[in-house]
């Protein structure tokens, strides 16, 4: 007896389709928070907070 015959008598394919199902929900969810309408102002400001020097950082020590 093969592992693949194994494998396959163990009914091991609805694991896949529900970690596929699950993807594909994430996925969507992911494309429709990015382009819903008045996102753009989220992501103009999202984009400025590296640069953003409002708040102080962590103190860096001089030589490190």
Do not use: Q
């Not at 396959?8 to 699950?22: C, R």
């Amino acid at each position: 007896m093969k592992l693949s015959d194994v494998m396959s008598a163990a009914g091991l394919s609805g694991y896949a389709i529900v970690a596929l199902l699950l993807f594909v929900i994430a996925f969507l969810a992911i494309v429709v928070r990015t382009f819903a309408p008045g996102s753009a102002a989220r992501h103009a400001r999202d984009a400025r907070l590296p640069l953003d020097d409002d708040e102080p950082g962590p103190a860096v020590r001089a030589g490190e």
